[in-house]
């Protein structure tokens, strides 16, 4: 089993930026990918940002040139870096991993981009 803890969601205004955290902990062997999406109220859950065990990344158009996934091996953690934020990055933003072939989500982390 691994579980999966996500912090640095929150308030932030237009053209700011945020970090979001995943922690992983558990049976980690084999990490398959490391994802980010966010689900905004009333519509689908969607991709955000994915990197591969072989570390190549990639992005939803909407956020291309303004968000960074990135991973600490060490610490079993994988970042979200995100700049120029606009209204319409407001959602839950989740986790996931998929190791061993089994996929992971995180709880969920509220970020809100409001004047």
């Known amino acids: 089993q691994v579980q999966l803890v996500e912090s640095g969601g929150g308030l932030v205004q237009p053209g700011g930026s945020l970090r979001l955290s995943c922690a992983a902990s558990?049976?980690?062997?084999?990490?398959?990918?490391m994802g980010w999406y966010r689900q905004a109220p009333g519509k689908q859950r969607e991709p955000v940002a994915a990197i591969t065990g072989g570390g190549s990344r990639n992005y939803a158009d909407s956020v291309k040139g303004r968000f960074t996934i990135s991973r600490d091996n060490a610490k079993n953690t994988v970042y979200l870096q995100m700049n120029s934020l606009k209204p319409e990055d407001t959602a839950v933003y989740y986790c996931r991993w998929v190791v061993d072939n089994r996929s992971y989500w995180g709880q969920g982390t509220q970020v809100t981009v409001s004047s």
């Open positions: 558990g049976s980690i062997f084999s990490v398959n990918s």
